[in-house]
């Protein structure tokens, strides 16, 4: 079955580490997506991609870099981290543009010490 | 830009009905979806609505009227597994995926 893999699960950082993200999924998805989940925040786009070569900025992309090489990996990278980007972080890919439900990877909690 | 408008929560008893009201502004619109997210899982999808309507899927059932830019989500014969949060979400301007804050469902027996 096709599916949606992030890694690692859990990870513990210190302040100005830079950090990556995996995210990897196998539905051939052109359409993929980062958010972070904050409580009271609901989940916030960080960064996304509709397809090889293409990246764009969400509504929360500062101190956040992705690249898109191959259809299947859309890596999130902290260039610095930071402790206001302590979260729970989860990659989406979707089939189309319109109406396509997102399918979401099980989530990378991050702490930043 | 975008923006919802969900309750933070709402509570109902087992057996019960519930609705989960959701209203939006977006520049332009493709489409409102639903999903569920158990505490330390992953959002899965639920439902959507493209047309103005009521769109049934088992216990659960979702609503759009595009004029007032609304929603909602209604459960029925609430079980104790549906106590969990339910995010609304909209496709506008660039086709971007914008979450709502989410509403935490307590089910009580």
């Known amino acids: 079955d096709a599916e949606i893999t992030q890694s690692p699960r859990h990870k513990i950082t210190e302040t100005g580490r830079q950090v990556t993200l995996a995210c990897h999924q196998t539905w051939n998805h052109n359409n993929m997506f980062w958010y972070r989940q904050d409580l009271g925040h609901g989940l916030r786009l960080i960064h996304y991609s509709y397809g090889v070569q293409d990246t764009n900025k969400g509504e929360v992309s500062d101190g956040y870099s992705v690249s898109r090489s191959n259809t299947e990996d859309l890596p999130l990278t902290l260039e610095s981290a930071a402790s206001s980007q302590t979260s729970v972080y989860f990659c989406?890919?979707?089939?189309?543009?319109?109406?396509?439900?997102?399918?979401f990877g099980n989530g990378t909690r991050l702490t930043v010490t | 830009g975008q923006s919802l408008e969900q309750p933070s929560e709402v509570t109902a008893v087992e057996g019960a009905i519930v609705q989960i009201n959701c209203t939006y502004q977006?520049?332009?619109?493709?489409?409102l979806s639903w999903y569920q997210q158990h505490d330390g899982g992953a959002p899965t999808f639920l439902s959507y609505n493209a047309l103005d309507g009521l769109e049934e899927t088992g216990r659960f059932s979702s609503f759009l009227s595009r004029s007032d830019s609304y929603g909602y989500l209604l459960l029925q014969e609430l079980q104790m597994k549906d106590s969990a949060s339910y995010f609304c979400a909209v496709r506008g301007g660039s086709y971007i995926p914008t979450f709502g804050r989410g509403t935490s469902l307590i089910v009580h027996p």
């Open positions: 989406a890919s979707s089939e189309g543009q319109y109406n396509s439900p997102l399918h």
């Open positions: 977006t520049s332009g619109f493709y489409g």
